[in-house]
């Protein structure tokens, strides 16, 4: 099993709509969370903490469940700028860094 | 954040011969991490360099491959040894938050992209 795991997608979207990218990680000692964003031929970008009490900044809204270990993304009224692949981020303690393989979403016309 | 810059950006390189990537950060920083993307996938971590001291590999990854220098806070290099196509890849360098905030979040340089040939 990996340890974080994302649906690939990718996900094709209208403008305006609400999509929700889904992750689950499998070492119950991670400490923290992120969701980073990656554009095509450029390096990650840190899009938002996780954190366990949920927590949004603007269209984005990030959600942890400690119990199932499981992270989410939900982003509303989509933009064609959001089209990206967005990485589901874990630090399972120390320095560690471990990335799951992203979720590609296309935002359209 | 950090600003972070990496040589050269781009290479295309023959097999059996080795390619040293630099990383360059605006301020000092205590940990730099060095990262590898194979095409279509996530990223893996390769080894993290701290200054005045060995390179800590992770698994499956050997210092006599993928050669650290951390001469000092602000620049790592990571050098590709006797390079195969296996090898071909987009290499970064990260930091820590500066600010220690959120548990250790990483900021990345924007990436060498390899090709062997």
């Known amino acids: 099993r990996k340890e974080v795991e994302q649906d690939p997608g990718p996900f094709n979207v209208p403008e305006g709509a609400t999509v929700a990218f889904n992750c689950t990680y499998s070492?119950?000692?991670?400490?923290?969370f992120f969701w980073y964003r990656q554009d095509c031929r450029k390096e990650p970008k840190l899009l938002m903490s996780?954190?366990?009490s949920g927590n949004e900044d603007g269209r984005f809204t990030a959600q942890l469940n400690r119990a199932s270990q499981y992270i989410s993304l939900l982003i509303r009224d989509s933009k064609l700028s959001d089209s990206a692949t967005y990485l589901c981020?874990?630090?399972?303690?120390?320095?560690?860094?471990?990335f799951g393989t992203g979720t590609q979403l296309k935002v359209e016309l | 954040s950090a600003v972070i810059s990496q040589k050269p950006s781009r290479d295309i390189c023959q097999r059996g011969t080795s390619l040293t990537i630099q990383c360059q950060v605006d301020?000092?920083?205590?940990?730099m991490f060095w990262y590898r993307q194979q095409p279509g996938q996530s990223l893996t971590l390769i080894a993290t360099?701290?200054?005045?001291?060995?390179?800590?590999?992770e698994s499956g990854f050997v210092i006599d491959k993928f050669p650290i220098s951390r001469p000092n806070l602000t620049f790592s290099t990571l050098t590709v040894s006797n390079m195969s196509p296996e090898d071909s890849s987009i290499y970064l360098c990260?930091?820590?938050?500066?600010?220690?905030?959120?548990?250790?979040?990483?900021?990345f340089g924007p990436g060498t992209r390899l090709l062997v040939l």
């Open positions: 996780v954190y366990s």
């Open positions: 360099a701290n200054q005045g001291s060995e390179a800590t590999y």
């Open positions: 070492n119950s000692a991670s400490q923290s």
């Open positions: 301020s000092q920083v205590t940990m």
């Open positions: 990260s930091v820590e938050d500066l600010m220690g905030l959120a548990g250790g979040t990483q900021y």
């Open positions: 981020v874990v630090n399972s303690g120390g320095n560690k860094l471990t």
